[in-house]
């Protein structure tokens, strides 16, 4: 894939959690404006590779845009300049010849940075863990009219499952707020009948990890659901609060 | 801990601390602004002035004001700690370059509130220090009975029982009131044009604070809903964001016009 871009690249550098980083400047020339963002930064490593330098570590997987893995913070936005698109799925046509781009990890207290623009996303894990999820086995698919679901309920609650968990809404919001994230796994099982039965302990738990892990509070800037690549809505932040304050008043503990 | 203790100590507990305190502190200021607006009555203070002596006097009035107090403290200690605990939450490296996509207000509450903190400190000494206080002097307005026309006087007599005396004199059917005269206060101060300025700016952080404080705070109690939310923003906007400050910021610059004239 030979193209006509030249670019230049200021990437986050760095060793390890333990070191300092610092950006670097790196030239490109012959790229495609076809190429994904992410080939794009294999053709740098080729090129590093080639040059007896260490490659830049980013996380990526799937490359279709569904597993949340790629994670890069492209001219002061997650996901680079498009709306509802991940870094892999951003093509170098969004961007012109003779372009700087500045490439910066996630920046959260809660996602330290393992090494370049790596961050360890496992705080997102330990929320769900603490309560993202229902704790019987489903068993076999049921009758489909022994359980009613509204069809607006089944519509939000698949728009909020839609979250793949890449951390955006944490690198976009000014407090790095988890609210976005968090308020989605909270909703998409608090909309389903199955999920009710452990939707206040849910609430507390998952929202009591949210705290523990270090990330900010919501001033409802907004930053989240416009920089979230699966459109997630900020209605689900008032969901999540509406079970949460339920919760606290409304259980024995 | 509690379940009161464990609600108000996590993050969505202070927020929601944020939203109750400030959608008080908004209703509180429909009550202020609409009492202000006696300043713009040509009675020479008449209504002003009695108006301030039945806020500071009246005991329900009274009981609200010092939780007022209680809420401006609360929502600015709440909100300066928040704003501390979110800005250590980005962590101890910052992006170099940042677009952001969000509105100016939402992201710059705290420094906002700080200014309308500043406010609200020069404010309470130039008035509510000095009413309280300091050595306000007294005006004599009577009254007509008969065609309802104010004439006033500096008040020069005996010394006066607390911030008003009120009564009818038989020989010229006029009501007569002798009562601390705040309006004099208000005039001499906003003659001055840093007070006049340094209140716009003021008003000015009102505006941007409300314009998204307002919507937030439904938000963050969870009302965030189709058939609500055009009023919500209508009313944050218009009213909070826009009809009050404006309406506070008209009285300095209304009382500088005229110290001009004078």
Same mark, same amino acid.
């Given at each position: 894939m030979e193209g006509n871009m030249n670019l230049t690249l200021q990437v986050w550098r760095q060793k390890n959690s333990r070191t300092e980083g610092r950006m670097e400047s790196y030239k490109l020339s012959g790229i495609s404006e076809d190429m994904s963002f992410l080939e794009m930064f294999d053709v740098l490593n080729e090129q590093l590779i080639v040059e007896g330098k260490e490659p830049v570590a980013f996380d990526h997987d799937c490359r279709e845009g569904i597993c949340g893995a790629c994670s890069m913070y492209i001219n002061g936005r997650p996901h680079g300049p498009l709306q509802g698109v991940t870094t892999c799925q951003l093509h170098m046509r969004s961007f012109k010849d003779g372009d700087t781009i500045v490439v910066e990890p996630w920046r959260a207290q809660a996602f330290p940075v393992i090494k370049d623009l790596v961050t360890d996303r496992g705080s997102f894990d330990r929320i769900i863990s603490a309560g993202g999820f229902i704790s019987v086995n489903t068993g076999n698919a049921q009758d489909a009219n022994s359980i009613p679901v509204p069809k607006e309920n089944a519509d939000a609650s698949f728009m909020a499952a839609a979250c793949i968990g890449c951390g955006a809404c944490v690198a976009a919001c000014k407090n790095a707020s988890a609210m976005l994230f968090t308020s989605a796994k909270i909703s998409q099982l608090a909309l389903l009948p199955q999920g009710q039965a452990e939707s206040a302990a849910r609430a507390k738990k998952m929202i009591a990890q949210m705290d523990e892990e270090g990330f900010g509070a919501c001033t409802n800037t907004g930053a989240c659901a416009a920089e979230c690549p699966k459109g997630i809505s900020m209605e689900n932040i008032a969901r999540m609060n509406r079970e949460y304050f339920a919760a606290e008043m409304g259980t024995k503990e | 801990m509690s379940w009161v203790t464990q609600t108000f100590s996590s993050t969505l507990g202070r927020k929601l601390i944020m939203s109750l305190t400030g959608l008080f502190l908004s209703v509180f200021l429909i009550v202020h602004v609409s009492g202000n607006f006696q300043l713009f009555h040509s009675d020479e203070g008449l209504g002003f002035n009695k108006y301030a002596v039945f806020m500071t006097t009246f005991p329900p @009035?009274?009981?609200v004001s010092y939780g007022l107090y209680a809420f401006i403290l609360l929502h600015a200690i709440d909100g300066l700690l928040l704003a501390a605990k979110n800005r250590? %939450?980005?962590?101890?490296?910052?992006?170099v370059v940042v677009r952001n996509q969000s509105s100016w207000a939402s992201r710059n509450m705290a420094i906002l509130g700080t200014v309308l903190l500043l406010y609200i400190v020069v404010h !309470?000494?130039?008035f509510w220090w000095q009413?309280?206080?300091? *050595?306000?002097? #007294?005006?004599?307005? *009577?009254?007509?009975?008969?065609?309802?026309?104010?004439? /006033? /006087? %500096?008040?020069?007599?005996p010394a006066i029982q607390g911030? !008003?005396? *009120?009564?009818?004199?038989e020989d010229t059917q006029t009501r007569v009131t002798i009562v601390k005269d705040l309006y004099a206060e208000t005039k001499a101060a906003f003659a001055n044009p840093l007070l006049v300025a340094f209140y716009l700016l003021g008003m000015w952080a009102l505006a941007y604070h409300l314009v998204h404080g307002f919507q937030s705070a439904f938000q963050t109690l969870g009302w965030n809903h189709p058939k609500y939310n055009p009023l919500i923003r209508f009313v944050g906007v218009w009213v909070f964001g826009i009809? @009050?400050?404006?309406? &506070? %910021?008209? !009285?300095?610059? #209304? &009382?500088?016009i005229k110290s001009l004239g004078a």
């Open positions: - | @009035i009274k009981v250590k %939450a980005r962590g101890p490296q910052r992006y !309470m000494h130039d009413y309280k206080f300091g *050595e306000v002097p #007294y005006r004599q307005y *009577e009254q007509s009975l008969a065609t309802g026309t104010v004439t /006033s /006087s %500096a008040y020069n007599g911030k !008003m005396e *009120e009564f009818v004199r009809g @009050i400050p404006l309406a &506070f %910021a008209a !009285m300095p610059v #209304y &009382f500088y």
